[in-house]
Every structure is written in C-alpha cells, then in structure tokens.
C-alpha cells in the first residue's frame, strides 16, 4: 500500500472520530434539559408495620 493511501486512511478516521465526537456533545447537551413530567411526589403517612417470622 502506497505512503498517499495510508495518509489519507489515517485522515479518513481522524474526520470520523472528530464528527462523532462533535455529534456526542450536542445530544448530551441535549439530554441534560430537565424533561417535563406529569409525576408528583407522594409521601405515604402510614406507618410501616414490622413482622415477626418465628425460626
């Protein structure tokens, strides 16, 4: 394989590794927005019974 081939595969996965990691960052940015839900804490008020298992 010729100097020129080689030169242009190493140039060839270098752009690859580049825009994959520019596409990475936006959807991670993306991502990190707080998602809107319809879900509401509840807190339950009963109180947790204990229960005794005979050995």
């Not at 990691?21 to 839900?37: C, G, H, V």
């Not at 509840?42 to 109180?47: A, G, S």
Request: glycine fraction near 4%; charge should be positive.
């Amino acid at each position: 394989m010729s100097l020129t081939a080689k030169f242009v595969i190493v140039l060839l996965c270098f752009a690859l590794c580049g825009a994959g990691t520019f596409i990475a960052s936006t959807a991670r940015e993306q991502s990190q927005r707080p998602r809107k839900t319809n879900v509401i804490p509840v807190k339950i008020r009963e109180v947790t019974r204990h229960i005794w298992m005979q050995v």
